[in-house]
């Protein structure tokens, strides 16, 4: 008796410390695992050329990264502009102004978009927004298109992590005292006065940090963003072409990269960038989530 | 007039306001009606039970059973999987880390990063591991992937619950001689909901999940008979047929993409079912 319950006690300790110790080596692993296979790339092009350059012919050895890069950035860009009224606005108002009944029902809907998967909101942005591009929105500008453009990436993107933002907003903008508030009310401003001046103020490294979050989660998206933005290799002159984003080169080419030389490393030093630059911005945002919903 | 200026201002941003957050309804709205439009009609009782025949990626007979149990499997190994690992985490925090606040949010802090990590990243990873190991596209590296990939998920959601739970109980559980396990166990007991909660939540991140699957899980007309075969999944069976220009293939990654909505609503609301009795259960 006494035996099992020590036995029990230790294999549920063991198990617990394997299990702990993945979580938290989990980030080394990913790190690690991907940049071995990454490393024949850098005996053969340099660094520099890699990110600098927008020459990209695989089969002859050249990996400039450029257009990629590029269009990420873009791609990314667009979401954060849109993302930015449709995050904020409804934040402020949810959490200053709606009833609890208000918050409550809205809260449903923001965790039943925030589950729709990459793929639906890829199906959706072929169905609606790639039409809307190509037949509204790019005739005002004068500009004739199939629809498939980085703009389109935009926005798709933007509906895509809005709701991973949002919930982020709502969790900042909760907590913030209400005696800042109360103290702002009874020395005579209004409650907008407030919540410009208080609320807003107070909330701003949050805010940040959100957005930041947003943008690291936009970056990484992949299907979505990879099924309504072109796939075409160039620098993009505009949001009306077509864009090629980082992760959408990695998705579109598992099938061949092992047949040309170097181009499995090139792309595993694709997600090794993607998965660097994810990292740093989300420690930072993270950091500055947590410092900013402890006080 | 100032004062009316203002209120005239902060009228107007209210509305604004409201109505961008009521557009969010009306998103959410459009997503699942345009789904539906275009789904419900190619949808039959042909495709959800039937493989795919020959001739299916011309516009031929046959459906998507093949990626739908395919997904279930997927789903469900990689959340039990996954929930291997999570519970004892959850725990640990919770317990063991009861009297170290500084390692509390250590840990929080690398599951809020690791969640942020995309799928891609993670699918890259199997990729390079099974090109070391020399193992091909299967349902179980598909099934580790996704495990991964929902384990930050899974653990914050049971975290969250737990931290809830009165300290008082495992303070009394100790004190009347049980050891740590069997502490955890009365702590398993209190969470149930939450855990099954974190579950569901996690089977759904892990049936949606295209991209980290996209390398790891290989594509077949077939159901697996072991979790060593390649297996087809409704993300990748709606990604694969919506690139045809064949409008009958086009159609039926529509009504794939009605039956993976409906899948991930159904699952959605029902945690949300099982949430509301966490509140009641350990709120004091």
């Given at each position: 008796m006494?035996f099992?319950?020590k036995?029990?006690?230790y294999t549920?300790g ?5 299990s ?7 980030p080394l692993f990913l ?5 071995i296979?990454?490393?024949p ?17 695989p089969s002859?050895g050249?990996f400039?990264?450029?257009?990629f890069?590029v ?11 849109l ?9 402020i108002?949810l959490?200053?102004y709606?009833?609890p009944g208000v ?18 909101h890829?199906v959706?942005g072929?169905l609606i ?10 005739p ?6 199939t629809?498939?453009?980085?703009l ?7 509906i895509a992590?809005?709701p991973?933002v949002?919930?982020?907003?709502l ?7 209400i ?6 009310l009874?020395l005579g401003?209004?409650?907008?006065e407030?919540?410009?001046k208080?609320?807003?103020r107070k909330a701003?490294p949050g805010?940040?940090a959100?957005?930041?979050?947003g943008?690291?989660?936009a970056f990484?998206?992949?299907i ?5 933005v ?10 009306f072409?077509?864009?090629y984003?980082l992760?959408a080169l990695?998705?579109?080419n598992?099938?061949?990269m092992?047949?040309i ?9 694709a997600?090794l ?6 990292l740093i ?12 919903t402890?006080? | ?6 209120s005239i201002?902060?009228n107007?941003?209210?509305y ?6 009521y557009?969010?309804i ?15 009609p190619?949808?039959?009782w ?15 007979e ?7 149990i395919?997904?279930?499997y ?6 039990l999987?996954?929930?291997?690992i999570s519970?004892?985490v959850?725990?640990?925090?919770s317990i ?5 606040e500084?390692?509390?949010h ?10 942020g ?9 199997m990729?390079?591991i099974?090109l070391?190991?020399?193992m091909k596209a299967s349902l179980?590296?598909g099934i ?21 739970i009165?300290l008082?109980?495992?303070e009394s ?7 740590r ?6 702590f ?8 099954a909660t ?6 759904a ?8 699957v996209l390398f790891t899980v290989?594509y077949?007309d077939y159901i697996?008979?072991s ?5 087809a999944?409704?993300?990748?069976s ?15 990654a529509y009504?794939a993409?009605?039956?993976l909505t ?8 029902f945690?949300?079912?099982l949430s509301?009795k ?7």
């Amino acid at each position: 008796m006494r035996f099992t319950r020590k036995l029990k006690e230790y294999t549920a300790g063991t198990w617990t410390l394997f299990s702990v110790g993945l979580v938290l080596l989990l980030p080394l692993f990913l790190a690690i695992g991907i940049a071995i296979k990454a490393i024949p790339i850098f005996d053969h092009v340099s660094l520099s050329d890699m990110l600098f350059s927008s020459e990209w012919q695989p089969s002859s050895g050249k990996f400039g990264f450029l257009p990629f890069i590029v269009s990420s950035l873009v791609v990314t860009a667009i979401g954060l502009v849109l993302m930015i009224p449709f995050g904020l606005l409804p934040a402020i108002y949810l959490t200053q102004y709606a009833s609890p009944g208000v918050l409550r029902v809205m809260r449903s809907v923001i965790d039943i978009l925030a589950g729709i998967p990459s793929v639906i909101h890829g199906v959706w942005g072929v169905l609606i927004v790639v039409p809307l591009v190509a037949d509204y929105i790019a005739p005002i500008f004068g500009k004739d298109t199939t629809g498939y453009t980085i703009l389109a990436g935009g926005i798709v993107l933007a509906i895509a992590t809005l709701p991973f933002v949002l919930h982020m907003l709502l969790e900042v903008f909760r907590s913030i005292p209400i005696e800042l508030k109360e103290a702002s009310l009874s020395l005579g401003a209004t409650y907008w006065e407030t919540i410009k001046k208080v609320v807003l103020r107070k909330a701003f490294p949050g805010i940040i940090a959100a957005f930041a979050l947003g943008v690291s989660k936009a970056f990484g998206e992949t299907i979505a963003v990879l099924m309504v933005v072109g796939n075409v290799v160039q620098l993009p002159k505009g949001v009306f072409e077509a864009g090629y984003p980082l992760p959408a080169l990695i998705a579109n080419n598992y099938g061949e990269m092992l047949s040309i030389p170097l181009y499995d490393a090139a792309l595993m030093f694709a997600a090794l960038l993607l998965f660097v630059i994810v990292l740093i911005f989300n420690i930072f945002s993270r950091l500055a989530i947590q410092r900013s919903t402890q006080q | 007039m100032g004062k009316k200026r203002k209120s005239i201002e902060e009228n107007f941003f209210k509305y604004l306001m409201a109505l961008f957050t009521y557009s969010l309804i009306g998103l959410l709205g459009l997503i699942i009606f345009e789904i539906l439009m275009k789904g419900a009609p190619a949808l039959s009782w042909e495709v959800i039970s039937q493989v795919p025949k020959g001739g299916f990626y011309f516009g031929k007979e046959g459906g998507i059973l093949n990626a739908i149990i395919g997904s279930l499997y997927l789903a469900l190994g990689s959340s039990l999987l996954s929930i291997l690992i999570s519970l004892p985490v959850a725990i640990f925090i919770s317990i063991s880390l009861v009297k170290y606040e500084k390692w509390q949010h250590a840990i929080r802090l690398v599951l809020d990063v690791l969640w942020g990590v995309p799928p891609i990243v993670y699918g890259a990873f199997m990729f390079a591991i099974m090109l070391s190991l020399g193992m091909k596209a299967s349902l179980l590296a598909g099934i580790v992937t996704i495990a991964l990939l929902i384990m930050p998920v899974m653990i914050r959601a049971m975290d969250e619950v737990m931290r809830n739970i009165p300290l008082g109980l495992l303070e009394s559980s100790l004190s009347l001689g049980a050891t740590r396990f069997e502490t955890a166990t009365i702590f398993f007991k209190q969470a149930l909901p939450g855990i099954a909660t974190a579950f569901l939540l996690g089977f759904a991140k892990g049936i949606g999940d295209t991209a980290a699957v996209l390398f790891t899980v290989g594509y077949t007309d077939y159901i697996p008979e072991s979790i060593m075969e390649p297996a087809a999944t409704l993300p990748l069976s709606i990604f694969f047929q919506l690139s045809s220009p064949i409008a009958e293939v086009k159609a039926r990654a529509y009504a794939a993409a009605v039956v993976l909505t409906a899948i991930i609503l159904v699952i959605s609301i029902f945690s949300r079912y099982l949430s509301s009795k966490v509140s009641k259960n350990t709120t004091l």
